[in-house]
């Protein structure tokens, strides 16, 4: 008999996460079809197992609704991206330092008069602060926080029809994962917040940086941001869009 693994989320092949991936997945597949790989990994891939480069099996269909969306300019979205479960050790910083930074990126967003803000909160979450899911709450509590922010507007759909309903000019992720392939070849500027701890590989980094606007800390944010509303920078590149999704 033969084993099928199948990649399911972002930054397999790519970081240094990619060490519990090896544990967790590759060696338990004779195959793993994967959306794209480095380049060091083609030259150390795992031992048995052959890994097979098709591509995310969603691609057609997120390309398909989200094709030809014309931006509105004044928008922009943040996109908080979930931090891991206590009982479950991942590569990346501490949870609580990832929450810091949350809501550093929120009251950015809430003093600035350039954009009109949304942050997408998790579906089926919470209103106000009547919370419906607990769970959604342990790994994303920023969506319990963003209530608190006078001038943020709340989105709780999910990411795709988010981005298909406001259309924005900007959109903020604090952390390498799947939404960042998802939305690569948007017409947005994309600005991308990479963690010190699970850093991407240098080829993977090289082609990173002409998509995303790649920045470490919240505050860096502010400068791009500007630059952006007065057309001084543009990043459109598909080349991660094209290798790794």
């Not at 240094?16 to 990994?41: A, M, P, T, V």
């Not at 480069?53 to 979205?77: A, F, H, R, S």
């Not at 206590?86 to 600035?112: A, G, H, V």
């Amino acid at each position: 008999n033969k084993i099928f693994g199948v990649q399911h989320g972002g930054s397999y092949f790519l970081t240094q996460k990619d060490k519990l991936h090896n544990d967790s997945d590759y060696i338990f597949c004779n195959k793993f079809l994967s959306y794209g790989l480095n380049k060091s990994f083609k030259q150390s891939h795992p031992e048995g197992t052959k890994i097979i480069e098709t591509g995310c099996y969603k691609e057609p269909y997120i390309n398909k609704i989200l094709k030809n969306k014309k931006i509105i300019k004044n928008n922009i979205i943040y996109v908080p991206i979930n931090l891991n479960n206590f009982f479950k050790p991942n590569f990346q910083s501490s949870q609580t330092e990832r929450f810091k930074d949350q809501k550093k990126i929120c009251d950015i967003l809430n003093s600035q008069s350039l954009f009109k803000p949304y942050v997408k909160i998790l579906p089926n979450t919470c209103i106000g602060k009547s919370i419906f899911n607990f769970y959604n709450i342990e790994v994303n509590p920023i969506c319990y926080e963003v209530n608190n922010y006078r001038n943020l507007l709340i989105n709780s759909n999910t990411l795709i029809t988010a981005i298909r309903k406001i259309r924005p000019k900007v959109i903020i992720f604090d952390h390498f994962s799947t939404p960042a392939y998802e939305l690569s070849k948007t017409d947005s500027e994309i600005i991308l917040i990479l963690d010190k701890t699970n850093y991407p590989k240098k080829d993977v980094l090289k082609i990173i940086k002409k998509r995303f606007h790649v920045i470490h800390k919240p505050k860096e944010i502010v400068p791009i941001i500007n630059k952006i509303n007065r057309k001084k920078v543009e990043k459109k590149n598909i080349d991660f869009y094209k290798f790794f999704y």
